[in-house]
Nanobody, 118 residues
Framework: QVQLVESGGGLVQAGGSLTLSCVAT????????MGWYRQTPGNQRLMVAT???????NYADSVKGRFTISGDNAKNTVSLQMNNLKPEDTAVYFC????????????WGQGTQVTVSS
């Protein structure tokens, strides 16, 4: 059972920066993809950024040019550098990990709150 622990959320003013970090433990196989989703009350959880083991990244259009995702395969960690934050970035951010071998398995962290004040 993969466990994901996030850190780095908080309160920041618009235009500021935050870095989210996540570490995955307990995996019985290779983690093929890690990333970040976010969710606001009453809305769906939406993809923010993902990264594969070979370094392929994918970003939501709303964060391109402002957010940067990076990962360390050996340590099973993923980070999200968030710059030029906007009030609309306010959400709970969830770390995610996907293992493909043996049938896709999708794991989630508990979430960390990011609040951007105007």
């Amino acid at each position: 059972q993969v466990q994901l622990v996030e850190s780095g959320g908080g309160l920041v003013q618009a235009g500021g920066s935050l870095t989210l970090s996540c570490v995955a433990t307990g995996s019985d196989g290779r983690i093929d993809l890690m990333g970040w989703y976010r969710q606001t009350p009453g809305n769906q959880r939406l993809m923010v950024a993902t990264i594969t083991t070979v370094g392929t990244t994918n970003y939501a259009d709303s964060v391109k040019g402002r957010f940067t995702i990076s990962g360390d395969n050996a340590k099973n960690t993923v980070s999200l550098q968030m710059n030029n934050l906007k009030p609309e970035d306010t959400a709970v951010y969830f770390c995610t990990a996907v293992l493909v071998q043996g049938g896709p398995r999708h794991y989630w962290g508990q979430g960390t709150q990011v609040t951007v004040s105007s």
